[in-house]
């Protein structure tokens, strides 16, 4: 089952915070998130494993809440260099063998 | 820093011809993964590759679609007759263990294919 994403988009100024989530509804052994540039590879950020700890990757933490199977990226004070589309790819279990399910992605926007 | 790299970048080919796309993964890597963008939709699942065999497959990945590691270096996928559908842009992917040990998922830049 594909993880929904929310919201589809959002537009910030430089400076702003925001967050996106990610959220299953069946159960997840983890959750990894990428963020990916128009016409560029997506670009790994951090992977949030159950009953892990919150992760950071420069001024972008994310956390991963195992009861509501909902994970949370907070982009905060964000930069022009944070505009592209962060998707969040889930795992069910530890058999998976790589299979990353993802989301239909969330559209960032950055303006000066 | 190392980087998984693919060939052609854009590829051209009409429908029911067969193309192969060619990776060449972070050497050090041990699971190799192929997955697909159609235009403005969301990454998607194609097959995972271990120790010379497919791992795992998704419902995409059909008799149409083959993996292969020719030699020490390059990972390449085949579709044989291809379909409008399969227009897509293609990544491979590589990683040091399975992604659920922790492991990212290192992404090539992606061949663009173009089924007429």
């Known amino acids: 089952q594909q993880p929904v994403q929310s919201p589809q988009a959002v537009i910030l100024r430089e400076g702003e915070d925001a967050v996106i989530n990610c959220s299953s509804s069946k159960a997840l052994y983890s959750v990894h998130w990428y963020r990916q540039k128009h016409g560029e590879a997506p670009v790994f950020l951090m992977i949030l494993l159950k009953g892990g700890e919150q992760m950071r990757h420069e001024k972008i933490s994310a956390s991963f809440n195992e009861k509501k199977q909902q994970s949370s990226l907070y982009l905060t004070a964000s930069q022009l260099s944070y505009s592209g589309t962060y998707f969040c790819?889930?795992?069910?279990?530890?058999?998976?063998?790589?299979?990353?399910?993802f989301g239909q992605g969330t559209i960032l926007t950055v303006h000066p | 820093e190392p980087e998984v790299t693919q060939t052609p970048s854009h590829q051209v080919t009409q429908m029911g011809q067969e193309v192969i796309l060619r990776c060449v993964p972070i050497s050090n890597h041990l699971y190799f993964y192929w997955y697909r963008q159609i235009l403005g939709q969301k990454v998607e699942f194609l097959v995972s590759f271990y120790n010379n065999e497919i791992s795992e497959k998704s419902e995409i990945f059909d008799d149409q679609f083959s993996v292969e590691r020719p030699d020490g270096s390059n990972f390449t996928l085949k579709i044989r007759s291809t379909k409008l559908e399969d227009s897509a842009m293609y990544f491979c992917?590589?990683?040091?263990?399975?992604?659920?040990?922790?492991?990212?998922?290192?992404f090539g830049n992606g061949t663009r294919l173009t089924v007429t």
């Open positions: 790819g889930t795992e069910r279990d530890g058999t998976s063998y790589g299979k990353l399910t």
């Open positions: 992917a590589s990683s040091e263990g399975w992604a659920v040990y922790n492991s990212p998922l290192h």
